[in-house]
């Protein structure tokens, strides 16, 4: 076994000694009035099947999960199964993401608004107040003046028919490291047509991940546009870990969502570095006992 293996280890038993496993345990401390928090399953999909998964989810204390497209190819009884398996531990589902089309594309609205129609019936299935849409890839026949516009109109009418349905769409752009060819990669965009569709059931995915590697000046641009941020997601850069292994003060930034009074979910979207439980509890016991702070402060 080499050092970093046996540190790994070491650490993990030192975690497990003050944070033991267990469904339906009591929380440490309370959220927060407002804060809510959940963990995106595929994050932890390598490291046990998804049922382990919800476990590991609800014995780290937290109360939703997020799914990516897992329920494309599951029939009618597994769906029925999975629902009571969330029950069971006391998790509701705050996000289903999976919508293959993307939005800004003038010639394939019809297919993706299809989509959406089809995946807000899931989502209602599985009683998830929000649903993630991103866009299409760049269209080099389109300027981005045309391509801004078109995103504004497909998502106007997919607005329709989520208010029809009492779900909001969460649009989220993704860093162009991970996705060059995407058209939009910045929550600063995500914003400004979040604006000109303006309608409620359209908010940003705030993805604090993404945005520190495509830009960074995360903080500012969260409290010049609180109001259309309708989620947010955490980890580290690099690598995409837990906060306190990269560059992202996070502990900073629960402290500007608890003052800038953010009542939405925060969601858990990075792979753990050591035992998922003991990472996932600390991870939110940060974020609450950092807002606190910040609400408690004289």
Request: proline share 5%; glycine share 6%; charged share 25%.
């Amino acid at each position: 076994m080499n050092r970093r293996k046996f540190n790994q280890l070491a650490a993990t038993a030192c975690l497990g000694q003050f944070f033991p496993r267990g469904h339906g345990q009591s929380l440490p401390s309370s959220p927060p009035k407002g804060f809510h928090f959940s963990v995106m399953l595929w994050t932890l999909e390598k490291q046990a099947p998804l049922d382990r998964c919800m476990e590991i989810v609800a014995d780290a204390g937290y109360e939703g999960v997020e799914f990516t497209g897992e329920f494309h190819n599951w029939s009618g009884e597994e769906r029925r199964r999975i629902l009571a398996k969330m029950r069971s531990l006391r998790l509701r589902c705050d996000l289903l993401s999976g919508v293959k089309a993307g939005f800004g594309d003038p010639k394939a609205t019809s297919e993706f608004l299809a989509q959406i129609t089809a995946h807000i019936n899931t989502a209602k299935e599985f009683e998830s107040p929000q649903i993630n849409l991103k866009s299409t890839s760049k269209i080099d026949t389109l300027s981005h003046a045309e391509q801004h516009a078109a995103c504004v109109e497909d998502l106007k009418r997919a607005a329709e028919i989520a208010a029809a349905n009492h779900i909001q769409i969460v649009i989220e752009p993704i860093d162009p490291i991970e996705s060059p060819a995407m058209y939009m990669t910045s929550v600063s965009e995500g914003f400004g047509i979040a604006r000109e569709v303006g309608s409620p059931n359209v908010r940003v995915l705030y993805d604090f991940y993404h945005e520190q590697r495509v830009a960074g000046n995360l903080i500012e641009k969260l409290e010049r546009n609180i109001e259309l941020v309708g989620l947010v997601h955490i980890a580290d850069v690099p690598g995409r870990h837990e906060p306190g292994t990269g560059e992202i003060d996070y502990l900073n930034i629960y402290r500007k969502l608890a003052q800038l009074k953010y009542d939405k979910f925060i969601a858990m979207e990075f792979y753990p570095t050591l035992d998922p439980v003991a990472t996932l509890r600390k991870a939110r016991l940060d974020a609450q006992q950092a807002a606190t702070a910040m609400l408690t402060a004289p």
